[in-house]
C-alpha cells in the first residue's frame, strides 16, 4: 500500500514540473520578450579576464571571482552574473568576507568591472571598481560608498580596504 501511494504523489509532482527553457543569447541579440522562469545564457567573453583569484600586493587580501548561474527578482529569470568573494588573509574566509555581487563590465572600458559589496550579514556596504592592467596580470581596486537615493542608508565598512592593488594567481 505505501509503494501505491507514494507512486501516486511521484507522479503528481512529476506532471508539475517545468523545463527550464535555455536560451542562448548571442552578441547584440535583443531579449524581445521574457519569458518566465527562462535561463539567459550571455556571452562570458568579456568577463574571462576578471575570472579566477587575486591576491593583494601586500598579501593582505584575496580576491575570488567566478561566474554563478543567479536568480534575478522580477520577472522570474535567470542568469550568468559574475560573483566573488573578498577576504582578509588574517581571518577564516567562510567567517568574515564580503561578498561582490552585481557586476557589469563597463560599456565604455572593458578592462573595468563594478561590484556591489555586501558584508558577511548580507548588509550592503558600497561598491568596487575593479580596473584591470593592460596585461591582464594586475589589477587595482577602489572602494567608495554608492551615490544616490537611497531608502535605507548604506554604510562604508570601516574594515574593507579602500584601495588595493592585486595581481592574479589563477
Not at 57 to 62: A, G, H, M, V
Request: charged share 30%.
Amino acid at each position: 500500500m505505501k509503494k501505491i501511494i507514494l507512486l501516486i504523489v511521484l507522479s503528481v509532482i512529476s506532471l508539475n514540473i517545468e523545463a527550464q527553457e535555455l536560451i542562448t543569447m548571442q552578441k547584440g541579440q535583443s531579449l524581445g520578450e521574457i519569458k518566465k522562469g527562462a535561463y539567459y545564457k550571455f556571452p562570458t567573453d568579456k568577463y574571462q579576464p576578471f575570472l579566477g583569484k587575486w591576491e593583494s600586493q601586500n598579501e593582505k587580501y584575496i580576491l575570488n571571482l567566478e561566474m554563478k548561474k543567479l536568480f534575478q527578482k522580477g520577472p522570474d529569470i535567470y542568469t550568468d552574473r559574475m560573483v566573488g568573494k573578498l577576504c582578509s588573509t588574517v581571518f577564516a574566509c567562510e567567517d568574515n568576507f564580503w561578498e561582490l555581487k552585481a557586476s557589469e563590465v563597463s560599456s565604455r572600458d572593458p578592462n573595468i568591472s563594478i561590484f556591489l559589496i555586501f558584508d558577511s550579514n548580507g548588509n550592503s556596504t558600497g561598491i568596487l571598481i575593479f580596473e584591470l592592467s593592460e596585461d591582464g596580470n594586475s589589477a587595482k581596486g577602489q572602494v567608495k560608498k554608492k551615490e544616490g537615493v537611497k531608502l535605507k542608508p548604506d554604510y562604508l565598512d570601516p574594515d574593507l580596504p579602500e584601495n588595493l592593488s592585486m595581481k592574479k594567481l589563477e
